[in-house]
C-alpha cells in the first residue's frame, strides 16, 4: 500500500480536517497500527495521502456498524497490504451496504452534496441507469450505500454498456453464490433457535461480504495481469510474421 501521493500531500492537521476527525483520534489511530504511517519530508513533517483519507473512511464507516475498535483492527489486518484508495472505497460501500436499506429522497442539489461534486445531466442518467438514483417527487431516491461507489464509476472509461453489463454479470454470480450459501448454512443450523440463527447470519454477514470482496479482487486483477502480460507477445508475433 501506498502510503502518500505526491499530487495532494497532507499534513495530519489537513488529514484530520479532511476526515472530521481530531488530529489525537488520527495519532491514536497510527499508534494502534490501524493507519500506516506517513512519508516523512522536508523538516521532518510527516505528508498523507489518499489511502489515508480513505481507510479513516473506511474505520469510520465500521464503526457506525457498531464494530468494536478490536474487531476493527482484525479486519483491517485482513486486507491486501496493497490496497489503494479506489479499493478501500469500495471495500468502505460494501460495509455500508451491511447496514439496513438507506433510501432518501433528495434535491438535486443535495444529491451533488452527497455525491461530493458536481454532477451533470448525464452524470445523474448513468447514477440512474445504474440503480444508484432514480427519479421522484421532483427530486431523486438515492441509495447512499451505492452512492459513492456510482460516483466513482462516472470517471471510469467505460461505456455504459459495458459497466450496465457487468453490474449484472456481478449481480447474477452474487446471487448464485447467496443461494449457495445461505443452503449451507441452512444445513448447519437447521436444528439451533431462531435466535442463535439470527446472530450467526450477522456474525457471519460481514465476514463473507469480505471473503467475496477480496477474492474477486485478486482474481480480477490476475486475469488483467495475464491480459495486459500477453498483449506485447501477440503484437510481437503479429510483428514478426508480416
Known sequence: ????????????????????????????????????PPVIGPRR?????????????LIEEL?????????????????PPDLD????????AVVASWAPDAIETVTRAELERRAGRALGDDDVERLVAMGVAEAADGGYRV???????????????LSQEAILSARNVLIEHARAAAHELSRLFRGEVSERAAR???????????????ALLTTFQRSLREDLREWLGGVPET????????
Do not use: N, W
Open 143 to 157: 441509495d447512499l450505500g451505492l452512492l459513492r461507489l456510482g460516483v466513482g464509476l462516472l470517471d471510469v472509461p
Open 196 to 210: 442463535d440463527v439470527k446472530s450467526l447470519s450477522a456474525y457471519m454477514h460481514p465476514l463473507v461480504v469480505q
Open 63 to 79: 464503526q457506525q456498524q457498531g464494530m468494536t475498535l478490536a474487531a476493527i483492527e482484525r479486519y483491517l489486518q485482513q486486507l
Open 85 to 92: 484508495a479506489h479499493d478501500l472505497a469500495i471495500h468502505r
Open 1 to 36: 500500500m501506498t502510503t502518500g501521493t505526491e499530487e495532494d500531500p497532507l499534513t495530519i492537521d489537513e488529514l484530520a480536517a479532511r476526515a472530521g476527525m481530531t488530529v489525537r483520534t488520527v495519532r491514536f489511530y497510527g499508534t494502534k497500527g490501524l493507519l500506516p
Open 235 to 242: 503484437a510481437a508475433d503479429e510483428g514478426g510474421s508480416a
Open 45 to 57: 513533517v510527516g505528508h498523507y495521502g489518499r489511502e489515508h483519507l480513505a481507510r479513516l473512511a
